[in-house]
């Protein structure tokens, strides 16, 4: 007999990043909301987000916006998506600052500043956490609403499903008890996939659960081996998360070192390119890192700009106003991910995902800088717009008595595997790695 508890919820959301979030917030009142978290609810890597947050500057803006995305993404984005993330920019950008953002300003006007592949300044920030400022207002507005419950350490280990329908997911908590969660509906918002490599910019928790399940039921990944470096992490002999230095330092004009302190590469160039130009750097010079000079911003700009970024490296023994710092590139942001559509929806009915987890096409290639965020949020709202326009005339009263029978089918032995914390994790990471290599190989 199966050992599952049961809930019910009109939608499950799983994550609590800032696409979740979002999402919550577009969704009716009067549904009752379920969102869990693997681990706490500021553990994602829209927390860690330093740089900032593009938006359209202005309409002579659009074209060079859309340029460099597409120049970034190596013209392998959908220029569907890029348009609907450029014109929905603004608004989200609104919404950000009624629900209290607090973006840089200067005689109350909005800042912008530039990043890599950027030809303009278009990008919003909040000193060097600007993901920290979004998602932590996001959180606190959530928090607000009687509808949405959010629970901690719970992880997705499974979908229901019945023929391509999506009828809720099974969780497990801490202790290996497992819940199935019928919903109508549900938003996949879990993040990446850092934690499956050695040195990453991502909460080690990350391992892209869902995309094992997404394989598992023949749901479509578009481009899993789409995975972006960051070239400037903190170099450190220590294993674990790497501590990102933004690509706004370079943007803001920062130079890199090799090891007899000359320049040897644009600081601007685009992720992937700046990532490869380092790393032949190293094996030239036979190092295992090169060197980032903070100095020629000034000591003002880099407290006022960078104040978490001059905190941390003080912290690990580097005074950035005085001195070189050693970085070295690290697996940063997973451009691929479950396919969707312009309304995030994907390949299964009533299945949902945005952000990190998805692969929408925004990105292409690669990400241009700045770009996660504002896409995370942009169709985050389309999920959540495009379950509001479907569910009276999609929702039946009859689906309990089908999401009971898909639980009733789950046998032991699955119970057993989905309980086992250890075991799942591996056998799940397996199954993404594996399908990264495939494609890694086929292309």
Request: with cysteine; net charge negative.
């Amino acid at each position: 007999m199966n050992k599952m508890k049961r809930r019910k919820a009109d939608i499950v959301i799983v994550g609590t990043g800032v696409a979740g979030l979002f999402a919550a917030l577009h969704l009716p009142s009067d549904k009752n909301i379920l969102m869990i978290t693997k681990g706490q609810t500021e553990e994602s890597d829209s927390y860690l987000a330093q740089g900032g947050i593009c938006v359209l500057h202005d309409e002579k803006d659009y074209d060079s916006f859309m340029e460099d995305t597409m120049r970034a993404g190596h013209y392998e984005n959908r220029r569907e998506s890029v348009d609907i993330m450029i014109r929905s920019s603004r608004d989200v950008i609104n919404e950000l600052i009624a629900w209290g953002v607090d973006f840089a300003r200067e005689n109350g006007e909005l800042v912008y500043t530039r990043e890599g592949a950027h030809s303009r300044a278009r990008i919003l920030y909040h000193e060097d956490i600007t993901g920290e400022e979004i998602t932590r207002n996001l959180l606190a507005e959530v928090r607000k609403l009687p509808n949405v419950t959010m629970l901690e350490q719970q992880t997705m280990v499974e979908i229901l499903e019945k023929e391509n329908r999506c009828y809720g997911i099974v969780m497990r908590d801490v202790r290996g008890e497992l819940t199935a969660v019928e919903a109508p509906y549900t938003i996949w918002a879990c993040g990446g996939i850092g934690g499956l490599y050695e040195h990453s910019t991502n909460f080690p928790h990350l391992t892209g659960d869902a995309l094992a399940i997404a394989l598992n039921h023949g749901i479509a990944l578009e481009h899993p081996e789409y995975v972006q470096i960051h070239p400037t992490t903190l170099y450190s002999k220590t294993p674990g998360r790497r501590f990102l230095i933004s690509e706004s330092v370079r943007g803001e004009g920062a130079y890199l070192y090799d090891k007899n302190m000359e320049r040897f590469a644009d600081e601007v160039l685009p992720r992937d390119i700046l990532s490869q130009k380092i790393r032949q750097q190293m094996e030239k010079d036979h190092t295992s890192f090169v060197w980032l000079d903070m100095r020629p911003l000034g000591e003002e700009k880099i407290r006022s700009h960078f104040p978490h970024i001059y905190q941390h490296c003080l912290e690990e023994g580097y005074d950035v106003t005085k001195e070189c710092i050693p970085v070295v590139p690290a697996q940063h942001y997973f451009m691929g991910g479950v396919r969707v559509d312009k309304n995030s929806a994907t390949a299964m009915e009533r299945l949902y995902a945005a952000g990190e987890t998805s692969c929408n096409g925004v990105h292409g290639a690669n990400r241009l800088a700045s770009n996660s965020l504002l896409e995370s949020l942009v169709f985050a709202k389309r999920a959540a717009q495009d379950i509001c326009a479907k569910w009276e005339n999609e929702v039946s009263c009859d689906e309990s008595a089908i999401a009971d029978g898909i639980v009733e089918e789950i046998k032991e032995a699955t119970c057993r595997l989905l309980a086992d914390e250890k075991e799942l994790k591996e056998t799940y990471a397996r199954r993404v790695r594996g399908e990264i290599e495939r494609m890694e190989q086929a292309g």
